[in-house]
């Protein structure tokens, strides 16, 4: 961060006492702190945990992990429920956090958690956010998620702890 998210002044490093070396607005006089978007991914399973849920949004052909940011004022677990309701009409029984990863691309600290759904139907998918979803056996989910993504590290770091 070079400028001041408040004025647009330009930053400067200052110590801070415990911290180290902080950009600092000088007509502020406030030190800025990095500031990223955060978002939860999820690890959809069905009740038996048996099938894992991937989606397909965007136009694009990669199966990858339900997802969404965070919103003001609302906590990750929230955030779980209402995105996993939003895009696939399913209600989440159970969570539990598993790992975070900060995602460069978007500047976006990923919060990802698996949590169980009451039943399998896709009926309610939202088709305006998913152009796609569907119900992969724990293999299939590992061959089938996309490669060499944050999905699938979060995917295999899941399968791997159980």
């Known amino acids: ?17 415990n911290e180290g070396i902080i950009p600092y607005c000088e007509k502020c006089g406030e030190y800025r702190f990095p500031i990223f978007s955060t978002a939860v991914s999820m690890i959809v399973e069905n009740a038996d945990k048996t099938k894992i849920l ?13 997802a969404g940011y965070i919103n003001k004022g609302e906590n990750a677990e929230a955030a779980v429920i209402r995105e996993v309701m939003e895009e696939t009409g399913l209600k989440v029984k ?15 600290l990923m919060l990802n958690y698996s949590c169980t759904v009451e039943d399998e139907s896709l009926d309610h998918l939202n088709t305006v956010e998913v152009d796609k979803a569907e119900w992969f056996t724990h293999e299939q989910a590992v061959d089938n998620i996309k490669k060499n993504s944050l999905a699938e590290r979060f995917l295999l770091n899941y399968l791997n702890n159980l």
């Open 54 to 66: 991937l989606i397909q949004q965007y136009g694009k052909k990669n199966n990858v992990l339900v």
């Open 1 to 17: 961060m070079k400028y001041c998210y408040e004025c647009g002044n330009k930053l400067i490093n200052k110590e801070l006492e």
């Open 94 to 108: 159970t969570m539990y956090f598993n790992k975070s990863e900060y995602f460069k691309n978007t500047n976006t």
